[in-house]
């Protein structure tokens, strides 16, 4: 794979020039052969022309065999030169595309990859970003286009009417002048067709979303009794596609052969005028060889400029897709990974005066402190929505704080992302696993072994058993493994990646008892050099933890599980509730 | 391709049933192709009239001109009526298919992705589609321009048709390499293309992680590997693409060059090819449309080879086996007092994959009017209690029973008025808030929404939306909680008998729980309700329990 050229950040990625410049070579190729070969497009009917001129003076005695056989080589070699350059120009275009493609594509990933979570979610860029890249392939088709049409038809046809003029000026022009007509009309009808394809995509895209939306709830309909009906106003959408479809496509692809017709009408004075002229009662004087060739270049180049008016549909589709990708190119990020912090000292966390709140919002914690050095697990609980997780997202900046949280004398909020990642590492409740393999999904990258920490999580056995082991694929999103699997093996990835301070936002809610005391005990070793924080509804580990957090109503008391458990009335209840339901199950 | 398969049968319906445009398509078809057989012809007695040195009339200008201006008018009239016709079978294959959808068996939709099947849907059937108008149609128009034009040339030279003859296999055996070719690089593109596809909403949804570990370069160069990938792919294939069609066009330079050396030979070839200078001309211009058709006919092969998969994967899903069918006869499934208990498990065993017992030898029976509370935990079993009870899955052994008639056997239409379905989570579907709890049911009126939206509380909110009831369902800005209330009223809308609560799974404050709490005590009267162990204590307190599982 390495064959290619390495792909470059774009500099003014927003500047359609831009993917343009950085072709220069494929570009200067395509320019050379494409020239060369749009005017050896005129080699055809010349030299059919000739042919049957020399033809016509072999029967006649005028010339001999072997003059044919010279014409006809050279034709041949004339052609073969022609057509190489064509496939030259062919593919290099392509490449072209290719190329460009994947520029934007990697310039619109780049800043994707570099958003927050709230950006990609709540401004619901993620969406838009999606459609962006979607949109790359019909930018690029129609760069394409545009590119093999600058010289398919631009170069093409200037040789073909500089041809025709040179062999009967007052001809050209009498036959030429229904193409222009034809283009008038393309024009004119240009807004129509764009109109009726932009209500077929609208039908289309109106199609699919009801289809996903069948599909994807199609459950709840069973449930619901709803099944039927959905089919019915499924039925209506395949209706108005069906429909919409039809009538765009007949806008698009019936008027061609149409303008075909208007331009071919030039013919008739060809024909008629042609034949006086070989007669030598015409303009100017003529041989069969000529008016042949004169009539098939003509032909040609009717043809040519009938689909002329695809290069202004396509150019079009091209500037609607680029002016939606275009605001969304930013300049090529590369995270800052400069720091002066030595990552290698043991951590130190205090907490003092915390409180969380959202955006516009009351807050939602008040007043927490606590702190831990290393090699502690400090448990934080409460009841439902105290603001445990808002706490956890707090240490990787999803949530905006006042007070201070101090990371071995840095205030959270002044570190990089790059500081931050390497401080503290997190694991919240989506297992967030990537398609790829096991192995793959807990090392990210990274080439360590990651057999101790499968065995940390007891997963080591079932992926033993599983036919690829660890190189087993996950699936998209996880989703060939059981929930359960999905969370073990996003916790294996989380020890593997463990810095200094690990925040485990429930880590334990899709395992069963005897597997969470099991990756308790490796979390026990795995923490002797860390801080673990350790989010939890479910309490009956938290006797053996070295502090609680004790959320509740806005605040938090940090202590001791035993003193809690004399001091607080709430935390002890919740306790023994726990642990009475436990003897129950 | 098999006649036998689904696909193919709903092709033929619609053939069958639109005879009319069939028999239309195929005229305009054939009349196209005749249409351009004649021009060159009249070319051939222009060049030998001039030859002869004698007067062109204005009237063989005008024929020919209105042969071409005809055969245009018949391209167009083919492009509308192959338009049509791929458009009808685009409609009926995903009618057959969202037909299917409803007898598919549960399982299939949490065994499948939501965005596999959509796409069996969406893609696919574009697939079949293009096979038809840019495949099968046009090839069996293009195959059929080869041989009349062959039949001209042969019956205009001998010779030549003889050369053409001999070279057509040739030419097509180097089309078809090439198309194999192209094939496979496509295939190899378009595996590398799902990959860049997938790569971008995993990105998104997996965004915290990325940060977290700061693995943004590491996706990048994955995203990048996967362009490349596919690159290498296109790359491969742009280049057989590209020297194709070269490649022919050069060949039909040979052949034209060998026909004018052999017919300059003179004496007997000559007589063999039969030519004269206008008949050259017309030769060179069939020459030219000859190959014309036989390059789209390996376009075309190539458009059916990548629509196989697709139908094949159109004709799987076709071919799913169905669920268990319903009985329509069993209506009002209501509370007869002489039945022994409303619900009853009797000694259900039920696994899901044969292989793991989710519950075995299950018995329990709830009375009407009952509250009970299932207990267990997870995995033990519970969701798949109401699974079975809504009949969405049948017990391998027993049965379930309500009122005396097996869950699995009562219709789909009969469901809504028996069961209120609490699900953990709310799935909003495509339409306005109203149709969010009404799901679309014409049997339930404006009133009935409002009604259940009032008892949980929301009405209110509901009117204070910018377009009320009909405020479109992406742009109610609801809270977790507000959603779990519609998910309430959208269970309680049809006044069922039975309400079922799965596990609330959303994050809600004190003030949305205790709303939540009131909402289901509210929904609860007068009906029989089974509950999943809640960590609404309160609200379950004084049901009975009913250990699942050990």
Redesign the interface.
């Known amino acids: ?1 390495n064959q ?1 050229r390495k ?1 470059k950040p774009v500099p003014k990625p927003n500047h359609i020039l831009s993917y343009f410049k950085l072709e220069l070579w494929p570009l200067t190729l395509i320019t050379i052969s494409g020239i060369i070969y749009n005017v050896g497009m005129l080699a ?1 009917p010349y030299f ?1 022309g000739q ?2 001129q ?3 003076d ?2 006649r005695g005028y010339k001999d ?1 072997y003059s ?2 010279r ?3 050279t ?2 070699a004339v ?2 030169i022609v ?2 350059m ?3 120009k ?2 290099y275009v ?2 072209f595309a ?2 460009t493609s ?1 520029h934007m ?2 310039m619109l ?2 800043s ?6 709230d950006e ?1 979610e709540q401004e619901g860029l ?1 969406t838009i ?2 459609k962006a ?1 979607a949109d790359v392939d019909a930018c690029v088709e129609g760069m394409r286009k545009f590119t093999t049409e600058v010289f398919d038809t631009g170069v093409v046809l200037a040789a073909y009417i500089s041809l025709l003029f040179f062999y009967d000026w007052r001809l050209a022009i009498i036959s030429c002048i229904f193409t222009p007509a034809a283009y008038l009309i393309a024009e004119q009808l240009k807004t129509r067709i764009t109109h009726y394809n932009a209500e077929y995509k609208k039908s289309a895209g109106r199609l ?24 019915k ?3 209506s959408h ?2 108005d ?2 429909k919409r ?2 009538s765009a ?2 806008w698009e ?3 061609q ?2 303008y ?2 208007i331009s ?2 030039g ?6 005028f042609g ?1 006086k002229n ?2 030598g009662t015409g303009w100017t004087n003529w041989n ?1 060889a000529e ?2 060739t004169f ?2 270049a003509f032909t040609k180049m009717a043809l040519k400029s009938s689909k002329a008016s695809k290069l202004f549909n396509s150019v079009q589709k091209a500037q609607v897709s680029w002016s939606r990708i275009k605001p969304l190119m930013r300049e090529y990020v590369v ?1 800052d990974t400069n720091t002066s912090i030595d990552f290698s000292m043991p951590p130190k966390l205090t907490v003092s005066n915390l409180s969380l709140y959202l955006p516009g919002n009351p807050p939602i914690l008040k007043n927490i402190s606590f702190s831990a050095c290393r090699g502690q697990i400090i448990g934080v609980t409460g ?3 105290c603001g445990k ?1 808002t706490l956890g997202r707090a240490f ?1 900046g ?1 949530v905006p704080y006042d007070g201070s949280i101090q990371i071995s004398e840095h205030e959270l909020s002044e570190l990089s ?2 500081e ?3 401080l ?3 694991m ?1 409740h ?1 297992p ?5 393999s096991i192995r793959e999904n807990i090392q ?2 990274e080439q360590g072994d990651i057999v101790r920490y499968l065995q940390a999580v007891c997963f080591d056995e079932e992926v033993a058993q599983m036919p690829q082991g660890a190189d087993t694929l996950v699936g ?2 996880g ?1 060939r493994l059981s929930g359960g699997q999905q969370a073990r093996a996003a916790l294996a ?1 989380t020890f593997y ?1 463990a810095r200094q301070i690990l925040i485990l936002d429930d880590p334990f809610s ?1 395992v ?1 008892k005897t597997t969470e005391k099991e990756i308790f005990k490796s979390l026990r070793i795995l923490a002797q050099d860390k801080i673990v924080i350790l989010i939890s509804h479910r309490l009956y580990l938290f006797p053996t933890l070295d502090k609680v957090l004790f959320l509740d109503k806005g605040t938090g008391v940090f202590s001791t599980h035993k003193e809690l458990m004399q001091e607080n009335y709430i935390y002890a209840k919740l306790y023994n509730s726990q642990m009475a339901g436990e003897q ?2 | 391709m098999n006649k036998n398969t689904p696909l193919m049968s709903v092709v033929y319906k619609i053939i069958f049933n639109s005879k009319g445009m069939t028999f239309l398509t195929i005229i305009i078809i054939v009349g196209s192709i005749v249409a351009t057989l004649f021009p060159p012809l009249i ?1 051939e007695r ?2 030998n ?3 002869a ?1 004698r ?2 009339h ?1 009237y ?3 024929i ?2 209105g042969l ?2 005809l055969s ?2 018949l ?3 083919q ?2 009526m192959i ?2 016709f791929g ?2 079978v ?2 009926g294959i ?2 057959e298919m ?2 299917k ?2 007898h ?1 068996p ?1 399982d299939y ?2 065994r499948n ?3 596999k ?2 796409s069996r ?2 893609n696919d059937v574009d697939a079949v589609d293009s096979m038809f108008t840019n495949g099968i149609i046009s090839m069996f128009a293009d195959t059929f321009k080869v041989l009349s034009i062959l039949i001209v040339i042969f019956y205009k030279s001998k010779g030549l048709g003889l050369i053409i003859i001999l070279v057509t296999p040739f030419i097509f055996a180097i089309t078809r390499m090439f198309q194999k070719r192209i094939l496979k690089s496509q295939l190899s593109n378009r595996m590398a293309i799902s ?2 596809n ?28 996967y ?3 596919s ?2 792919a ?2 491969k294939s ?2 057989y ?3 194709y ?3 022919i ?2 060949i039909s ?2 052949i ?3 026909m ?2 052999l ?4 004496g007997q070839v000559q007589q063999f090819f039969g ?1 004269t ?1 206008g008949t ?2 017309a030769i ?2 069939y020459v030219g449309k000859v190959f014309e058709p036989l390059e789209s006919i390996g376009m075309e092969i190539q458009n059916i080879q990548s629509a196989v998969a697709g139908v094949k994967r159109i004709n799987e899903f076709l071919q799913e086996p169905e669920r268990k069918k319903t009985d329509s006869s069993i209506v009002n499934v209501e509370y007869a007092p002489n039945t022994s208990a409303y619900i009853r498990f009797e000694h259900v065993n039920f696994s899901y994959d044969k292989e793991n017992t989710v519950l075995s030898d299950l018995c329990f029976s709830v009375e009407s009017g009952e509250a009970i509370t299932l ?5 033990a079993g519970k969701s798949t209690v109401f699974r079975l009870l ?1 009949g ?1 899955y049948s017990p391998d052994k027993g049965r379930v029973l309500i009122n005396g008639v097996d869950a699995d056997k009562i ?6 008025k028996l ?1 209120g ?1 609490v ?1 953990q989570s709310f ?1 909003p ?2 339409g306005s808030i109203a149709e969010q709890i009404s ?4 049997e339930i009126s404006l009133k009935q929404v409002e009604d259940a939206a009032k008892l949980v509380g929301l009405h209110e909110n509901i009117l204070n939306l910018p377009k009320g009831y009909d405020t479109p369902a992406e742009n109610i800005a609801f809270s977790q909680g507000q959603f779990q209330l519609l998910s309430i009223a ?1 269970a309680i809308a049809a006044s069922p008998k039975i309400l079922l609560l799965d596990e609330i799974t959303a ?4 003030n949305t ?1 205790r709303q939540i709490m009131e909402a289901l005590n509210r929904a609860s009267q007068g009906r029989t309700v089974i509950s999943i162990s809640h ?1 609404l204590h309160e609200y379950t307190y004084n049901h009975k329990i009913i250990q699942i599982g050990k």
């Open positions: 794979m290619y792909i055809g059919e042919l049957v020399r033809l016509f072999i029967i065999f044919m056989v014409l006809a080589v034709y041949l052609i073969l057509q190489l064509r496939s030259i062919r593919f392509r490449r290719n190329n994947r594509r990697h990933y780049n994707l990859v570099n958003m927050s979570r990609l993620g970003m999606t890249i699919n979303s009801a289809t996903m939306d069948r599909i994807s709830n199609s459950i709840t309909y069973r449930i619901y009794g709803s099944e039927l009906n959905r089919d106003a499924y039925e395949l209706k596609y069906e479809a039809v496509n007949i692809n019936t008027m052969p149409l075909n017709i071919m009408s013919s008739v004075l060809i024909i008629y034949a070989v007669l069969i008016f042949t009539f098939s995270p009841p439902i929505a997780s990787i999803e992302g790059y931050r990642s390497r503290i590492s997190y919240g989506a967030e696993l990537i398609s790829d990210l990258g998209s999103s989703t990835r990646n899709a069963d129950n199950e | 070319l222009i060049i009239l001039l030859t040195q007067q062109v204005l063989l200008a005008l020919y001109f071409v201006a245009g008018l391209e167009s009239g492009n509308i338009t049509k458009q009808k685009t409609y995903r009618r969202c037909a959808l409803q598919l549960t939709f949490t992705e939501p965005g099947i959509t849907f969406v990959k860049v997938n790569h971008v909403p995993e990105t998104i949804s997996n965004i915290r992680m990325i940060h977290t570990l700061f693995r943004q370069k590491y996706m990048e160069q994955k995203y990048d590997d362009i490349e990938e690159y290498a296109t790359d742009n280049l693409d590209s020297i069609s070269p490649i066009i050069f330079s040979c034209i060059a060998i004018m050396i017919v300059a030979l003179g030519i200078v050259a001309v060179i211009a207990v267990g935990r997870t995995g809504l969405l219709s789909d239409a009969q469901k809504r069961f379905y699900e799935h579907v495509a799901l679309f049911s014409p959208r994050n809600l404050d004190s729980e960590r």
